[in-house]
């Protein structure tokens, strides 16, 4: 596989640097991306990079991914307007290892082939560098000149809310380029990756290599991703979307690949999936003649769900969503933990009912009537109930007056009620 090929066919490629795909075609190559470990979770906005190390695997290539220890305790200031939180290195060690058991799912570090992933901190080379060391031996072969002309640092310094910037962001571009160097000289690292922000540290990298070694080192970076309306890619209502379960569960991970628009699903599919380029272009076409069906977002869904989560988690997400668009049974409802129950019926209407009377036994129509004004009169909930059209749990209901107990609970103090197909509310009790 020509690993260049393949990111370009699925328009993954911005910039790439002369000679890269030559050197890419001649042996197999160490390469390297940079991830901010600021978190102890990378989020979808990191996966690109991280698809970027699979293919370069598939390839046949050596993906090394370098946590950013040192960096993370400056902060890049590549398209940012503010400087960021310092963060200590017994947090710094947490985030690394949680972020390698996450890239652990699309590379392979355990092979005993030549190109197994690498996972290396630049704190652990960086620790030990004294400052006079680091101004001697980096500082003087790149020109406060050459780093000013950057645009992550024009842009920065020319910015209308900008309040300048420290030394020490000024500094990370060299800390990067000698990131590149240090790999390049240990790992034989020959090529860096990442996104299009990213272009200034890289090429400052190649430079750096160049003039300390006076060898050849090379850059590729993909665009960053937008979505189809110019928004930034990867953000919700309620802020980043997390591969971390605990922080973005499966099921609203499931939901946010599912619900992305047609246009950025074809375009999705081919940067977050490895999916061949013929099955990509038979979903294409099958979303071309039958956009209703969106087989485009189910398959985008199923594969990013199933390689960041399981197989099992994605099949209780589909589940989960069937409940509220499907033909989801009881047996389904009671199966969801309650933090995907309360997400799968986050913004319908809510009632508070009391749990002693529910105990005791009350008629459907006073439940759905006086106790929860899910209808606005007995008679309107009697005549819709008779036409078969009130559902409790997803069970519809035998009579109007049937009489509803604790047995109906979910989860111990929940009940689902629905009215006609669509209209959802979620009854409490306490």
Not at 60 to 83: C, F, N, Q, W, Y
Not at 187 to 198: K, T
Not at 230 to 256: A, C, D, H, I, M
Not at 414 to 425: E, P, W
Request: hydrophobic share 40%; glycine share 8%; charged share 25%.
């Amino acid at each position: 596989m020509n690993f260049v090929e393949e990111l370009r066919w699925r328009g993954m490629i911005q910039e790439i640097m002369p000679g890269t795909e030559e050197q890419l075609q001649k042996e197999l190559t160490s390469g390297y991306v940079g991830i901010d470990p600021t978190a102890d979770s990378l989020h979808i906005g990191h996966l690109v990079s991280v698809m970027i190390l699979k293919h370069f695997q598939r390839a046949g290539h050596r993906p090394i991914a370098l946590v950013g220890g040192a960096t993370g305790m400056i902060g890049d200031p590549s398209m940012k307007s503010a400087e960021r939180n310092l963060l200590d290195e017994a947090t710094l060690r947490h985030n690394q290892e949680s972020i390698k058991k996450q890239l652990a799912k699309f590379l392979d570090f355990e092979s005993d082939k030549p190109n197994a992933a690498v996972l290396v901190n630049n704190y652990d080379w960086m620790k030990d560098f004294s400052f006079l060391s680091f101004i001697r031996d980096v500082g003087k072969h790149i020109t406060v000149n050459y780093m000013m002309a950057k645009e992550s640092v024009k842009k920065r310094l020319s910015g209308e809310a900008s309040e300048g910037m420290s030394f020490t962001e000024f500094s990370y571009q060299l800390m990067q380029a000698y990131d590149y160097l240090h790999l390049y000289e240990s790992m034989g690292v020959r090529i860096q990756m990442g996104g299009s922000d990213q272009w200034g540290n890289i090429t400052t990298g190649t430079e750096l290599i160049r003039r300390r070694t006076g060898g050849e080192a090379f850059a590729l970076v993909c665009p960053l991703i937008k979505k189809a309306d110019g928004t930034k890619f990867g953000k919700t209502e309620s802020g980043n979307v997390w591969l971390e379960r605990k922080y973005t569960s499966p099921y609203k991970f499931y939901q946010f690949w599912l619900n992305v628009s047609d246009e950025d699903a074809e375009k999705y599919i081919k940067i977050f999936t490895a999916l061949s380029r013929e099955e990509i272009e038979a979903l294409v076409a099958e979303q071309k003649a039958a956009p209703h069906m969106r087989p485009l977002q189910k398959r985008l869904a199923k594969e990013v769900t199933v390689m960041v989560h399981s197989e099992e988690d994605y099949e209780q997400a589909v589940e989960a969503s069937n409940i509220l668009f499907g033909n989801a049974t009881a047996d389904a409802l009671k199966k969801l933990d309650e933090e995907t129950f309360l997400q799968v019926f986050e913004g319908v209407p809510t009632f508070e009912i009391s749990k002693d009377e529910l105990s005791a036994g009350i008629k459907a129509v006073d439940l759905l009537t006086e106790k929860a004004a899910v209808f606005p009169s007995k008679g309107e909930m009697r005549k819709t109930a008779q036409a078969g059209g009130v559902m409790l749990n997803k069970e519809k209901l035998a009579s109007f007056d049937q009489e509803i107990n604790s047995d109906y609970l979910v989860a111990g103090k929940y009940i689902i009620a629905q009215k006609g197909k669509k209209n959802y509310f979620l009854l409490i009790a306490k």
